[in-house]
């Protein structure tokens, strides 16, 4: 059974930055995708940014520039580094992990960011 946890959010003032970290149970090299998703209250749960095997990444278009996410093999952990943020950015943030060959993808539990204006 795959395990994601996250940790790192918090409260932030507009402006300031956070990373996020995803640590997984298993290699994340055994994945052919990991991601950030996020849920603002009253709001759909969307992508924020996605990193693919081969090294490729996805961002959502309301964080390109600001946001870069990245992973260490080594430490089977994948990171979102969250700079200038600004209020709009707060929501819960999950992370998501995908694996062939599974019935349905993993996630994390959640961590909060919120940041104040």
């Known amino acids: 059974q795959v395990q994601l946890v996250e940790s790192g959010g918090g409260l932030v003032q507009a402006g300031g930055s956070l990373r996020l970290s995803c640590a997984a149970s298993g290699s994340i090299g055994s994945f052919n995708a990991m991601g950030w998703y996020r849920q603002a209250p009253g709001k759909q749960r969307e992508l924020v940014a996605a990193?693919?095997?081969?090294?490729?990444?996805n961002y959502a278009d309301s964080v390109k520039g600001r946001f870069t996410i990245s992973g260490d093999n080594a430490k089977n952990t994948v990171y979102l580094q969250m700079n200038s943020l600004k209020p709009e950015d707060t929501a819960v943030y999950y992370c998501?992990?995908?694996?062939?060959?599974?019935?349905?993808?993993?996630w994390g539990q959640g961590t909060q960011v919120t940041v104040s204006s």
């Open positions: 990193i693919i095997g081969g090294g490729r990444t």
């Open positions: 998501n992990a995908n694996k062939i060959g599974a019935s349905s993808p993993y």
